[in-house]
């Protein structure tokens, strides 16, 4: 009798991890679901505003990028004839007394 309610037992823990498996799973697939459809409206959104001004757009697309990438960059952005944008990252020079300087005396064995 032990015997049968041991299997019992790991067979109803087993049924209840299979159950949470599945519902993870499809939690899982719904806000995958959710997320692509967010994606396609971003994306129809920005296709239709590229339609219309496709200079403008491309040109938005990369600062937006640029800021993404580099974040807390000054970054300033030279339009010229060319067809591409070239950025300029252009930091402060930073204070030279942040850097230690060298111990005198540090290579002898004293």
């Keep these: 009798m032990k015997r049968r309610n041991n299997k019992n037992q790991k067979l109803n823990e087993a049924l209840g991890e299979k159950d949470a498996i599945i519902s993870n799973a499809e939690g899982e697939k719904a806000a995958r679901i959710e997320q692509a459809r967010d ?3 971003i994306f129809n959104k920005l296709y239709g505003e590229y339609k219309n001004n ?10 937006e990028t640029l800021e993404q990438v580099l974040p807390g960059s000054q970054v300033y952005i030279m339009n010229d004839d060319g067809s591409t944008l070239k950025y300029l990252p252009i930091e402060p020079q930073k204070n030279e007394s942040t850097i230690p300087a060298p111990i005198e005396g540090g290579d002898s064995d004293e």
């Design 39 to 41: 994606d396609v409206a």
């Design 54 to 63: 496709p200079e403008i757009t491309r040109e938005r697309l990369i600062i």
